[in-house]
């Protein structure tokens, strides 16, 4: 089975520590993985970055990056949508220094438009980034728990079949909150999985999984696995049955303890 499992950011149990020492604990637990965080800032200069990245690569260590949660690509604000392109660019081009594959955005959110209107908007905007910053390091594309967020299943896949800079990341999470706890199923989970495949063209999958507290079709918070909100015993069930190779990130307050717990359910 092709599947790597890592957390987002530095582990619980290396707090405190840099990311290197973060990646030494991942590789001691058995994980695979690391989705480094910079969502508040991004904490690494280029010549950190690069000692960063030969450690994931001497370690086995795989390596994406979170672009800042201050990201709106279809504010009314132009300064706004400005300095969104600028911190996706700044991620990108300190991913590449990482060797690391791709970045994670949460690209905006309707901010009184039309979902047509800031899909119009989001696009030209992740064109400009493909003009102004080539590079090979995708840009991932987030599916969003809110229902003021760009980013539904159907957004992803036209948003990743318009832009060839990205790629989807498929939050199970927020995909069940915005559709008002939608995932029950293993084929709940498959036919997901099998629509990027089909409609995207996808033959790896990087998905995000956390339980979640939720209303009204809205994230609240994270939780932990054990919390079955939803349940990815039945995701586990679905990669196993179906062979997907694919990147999962725990994003649950656990962190590696449930990334752990899922690489168990992968075997059972
Ligand atoms: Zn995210």
Redesign the pocket.
Known sequence: MDVNVGVSGIPLSAKGSDTGAGLRVLKELGLDFMEIQFSRNIYLNPDSARTVGNIAKELGIGLTC?ASYYINLASQKIEVQEASIKRIVDTLRIAEVLGAKLI?V?AGYYSGRSHEEAYDIIKSNIDAIGVKCPSKVKIGI?TMGKQKSFGSVDEIIRLCNDCPNTVPVI?FGHVHVREFGSIKTVCDFTSIFERFKDEVGLDEFHV?MSCMKHANGNEISHLPLESFDPDFRLMAKSIRNNGYKCSVVCESPLMEHDALLFKSWLKS
Do not use: A, R
Request: aromatic share 0%.
């Open positions: 979170h994670v949460h987030e939050d995000h």
